[in-house]
C-alpha cells in the first residue's frame, strides 16, 4: 500500500470513530440498506454507535422485533452509507451483520450503559406496527416498574466491513477509490476509480 491509500483509510476510519463518539458528527446518521424475504431493497436510517477501526466494525442498536433483525437473519448481507456535507464524503461500506440475541454478552454488555431514556425506547410495541395512540393524543405514561424495561427486546447488530467506496466532492476534481479489507480487516486492496 501507498502512504496515500494509508492516509485515505485513516481519514475514512477516523470519521467513523468520531461519528460514534460524537452526536453531531457528520456519519453519526448512516443509511443502513439490505434485503427483505422478496429480494426488495430496504434502507433505514440508523444511529451509529461504536466502532473498532482495526477490524473495521460497526455497531448498531435495534429492536429484534424490527423488519430488519428478521431481515438479516435471512442474508446478513448488507451496505451502510454515509455523507457528510461538511467534509463533503460519501462513505459507502459493503459486508455483512452479525446479530446478538437479547441476553448475549455484548447485548447485555451495551444495555447496562445505556441511559433510561433510550431502554424505554425498546419497550413500547414492535416497531412497524399500527400505533394504539396517536403522537399528539394526551395518555397516562404507566411508572417504569409495570411498563417492563425493553431489555427482551434489545438487539446488537456489529457490521464487518469488507470493502469502502470512499468519494470525496470537490469542486473541479472529485475523487474516487475503492477499498478492500481481508477478514482481520487489513486493508488488502486499494484502487483509484472514476468517480
Not at 491509500?5 to 485513516?10: F, G, L
Not at 464524503?89 to 441476553?103: A, D, I, S, T, V
Request: aromatic letters at 10%; one cysteine or more.
Amino acid at each position: 500500500m501507498t502512504a496515500e491509500s494509508e492516509n485515505i483509510d485513516a481519514i475514512a476510519w477516523r470519521e467513523l470513530d468520531t461519528a460514534a463518539q460524537d452526536p453531531h458528527a457528520g456519519f453519526r446518521y448512516v443509511n443502513v440498506c439490505t434485503l427483505d424475504a422478496e429480494l426488495k431493497p430496504q434502507a433505514r436510517m440508523m444511529v451509529l454507535r461504536r466502532t473498532d477501526s482495526v477490524k473495521r466494525r460497526l455497531e448498531f442498536h435495534t429492536d429484534i422485533r424490527s423488519a430488519k433483525w428478521q431481515e438479516l437473519a435471512l442474508n446478513p448481507a448488507a451496505t451502510v452509507l454515509g455523507f457528510c456535507s461538511q467534509s463533503r464524503l460519501q462513505l459507502r461500506l459493503q459486508g455483512y451483520f452479525k446479530r446478538y440475541e437479547p441476553e448475549s454478552a455484548l447485548a447485555n454488555q451495551v444495555w447496562e450503559g445505556l441511559p433510561i431514556w433510550t431502554r424505554r425506547s425498546y419497550s413500547g410495541g414492535p416497531p412497524g406496527d399500527e400505533s394504539l395512540f396517536s403522537p399528539d393524543q394526551t395518555r397516562d405514561v404507566e411508572s417504569e416498574e409495570n411498563r417492563g424495561d425493553g431489555k427482551h427486546n434489545f438487539g446488537v447488530l456489529v457490521f464487518q466491513a469488507e470493502s469502502l467506496d470512499w468519494f470525496q466532492l470537490q469542486r473541479n476534481d472529485n475523487r474516487r477509490a475503492r477499498l478492500i479489507y481481508s477478514d482481520t480487516g487489513c486493508l488488502s486492496s486499494f484502487h483509484w476509480i472514476n468517480p
